[in-house]
């Protein structure tokens, strides 16, 4: 069974950096709850058995189906907004990732080099109910479009053995997300943020016992300086605002995942994730002064967590089925939604 378990995933490399709803903090107007964290994160794109991946040169593809559904706009005291009527976001996402292995080990023989490449393809649709109650905000989102490309090398290291079976694997990455996406400076939802981000991660899987594992991924987020942030109506207005630059704030977060295998190949368990983001956003004005963006309804730091069941099936030797579901418990500064995910993982012999 355990020489099953290395075949099975082997060609795994679950190293992606996906988009989610719960990651929308786009600034919108005066009075809503926004902030500038980007889009292109992994909240939740990957779980069971993310710190093992391919340990043989090739090519592996992914792809991701995601529908997330937020109700509400949450504030810093974490209770929905009264400025938006009835907020209905519904993000729909196409996700495909390639990631390349080369052949050669390093390090001793004991981990294999590669890189990756992410691209998505975003469908928002967005409705708020007009007023009563005032002044009844409605935001405006930017369709359909391709999202921030996001790329970056990995090490993925050969699982540990212990009585013949696979007890431990893990993997460092570094990915940049680049702001090549659709992006609307008059919008206020956009698939793009229009600045680059830097996003180091550890992915690591544990299998104490037969059949049985948990596993986490770390991550760390640095945002770099944007000159055109998505200011929605200010920047319809006569005269923008006088703004020289934004920077979103840095921020930390964990994926956490655990699961058994029920029956051959069929694995049942929970996942989710936590996000906090570390320091405040940072404006800075063409007269010199700076603020943390209470000027533009940017009330405080982002915090979620979410949680939910989840399965994986291992089809074959080059095929993975993965399927979860987070209900977002808490929500901080943005959107609170259910978020759905479908992955697909094939890796060519």
Not at 109 to 114: F, K, L, Y
Not at 239 to 267: C, M, R
Request: aromatic share 14%; glycine share 8%; charged share 15%.
């Amino acid at each position: 069974m355990r020489q099953r378990f290395g075949r099975c995933h082997r060609h795994a490399l679950t190293v992606a950096v996906t988009l989610i709803a719960c990651s929308l903090f786009m600034p919108a107007s005066r009075v809503s709850a926004a902030n500038l964290q980007p889009a292109g994160i992994n909240l939740g794109g990957t779980s069971f058995y993310d710190g093992f991946g391919r340990n043989t040169g090739g090519f592996t593809y992914l792809t991701y189906f995601q529908w997330a559904m937020a109700h509400s706009i949450n504030g810093d005291n974490g209770e929905p907004q009264p400025y938006f009527n009835d907020p209905r976001i519904n993000v729909f996402l196409w996700l495909n990732q390639l990631a390349y292995t080369v052949p050669d080990a390093v390090f001793a023989e004991t981990a294999h080099v590669g890189i990756n490449f992410v691209l998505p393809i975003i469908y928002f649709d967005s409705s708020f109910a007009p007023p009563p109650p005032f002044p009844g905000v409605q935001l405006t989102d930017n369709d359909i479009g391709v999202g921030d490309l996001t790329f970056g090398p990995f090490v993925q290291f050969r699982p540990l053995l212990s009585g013949g079976r696979p007890v431990f694997s893990h993997r460092f990455e570094v990915n940049v997300i680049a702001p090549i996406g659709k992006f609307d400076p008059d919008k206020d939802i956009n698939q793009s943020s229009n600045f680059t981000s830097l996003v180091p991660y550890w992915a690591a899987t544990v299998v104490p016992f037969p059949r049985f594992e948990l596993s986490v991924r770390l991550h760390y987020l640095y945002n770099f300086k944007t000159h055109r942030p998505a200011l929605g109506r200010l920047y319809s207005n006569e005269v923008p605002p006088a703004i020289k630059s934004a920077q979103a704030g840095q921020a930390a977060w964990i994926n956490f995942a655990t699961s058994y295998e029920v029956l051959d190949h069929f694995h049942l368990g929970a996942n989710g994730y936590y996000f906090h983001q570390i320091n405040l956003d940072l404006w800075e004005m063409q007269d010199g002064s700076s603020n943390p963006g209470t000027q533009f309804a940017d009330t405080g730091k982002a915090r979620i967590l979410a949680i939910g069941p989840g399965l994986m099936w291992s089809v074959g030797d080059h095929e993975k089925l993965f399927a979860n579901f987070y209900v977002q418990t808490t929500v901080h500064n943005g959107p609170q939604a259910n978020v759905l995910n479908l992955r697909w993982v094939h890796g060519f012999p």
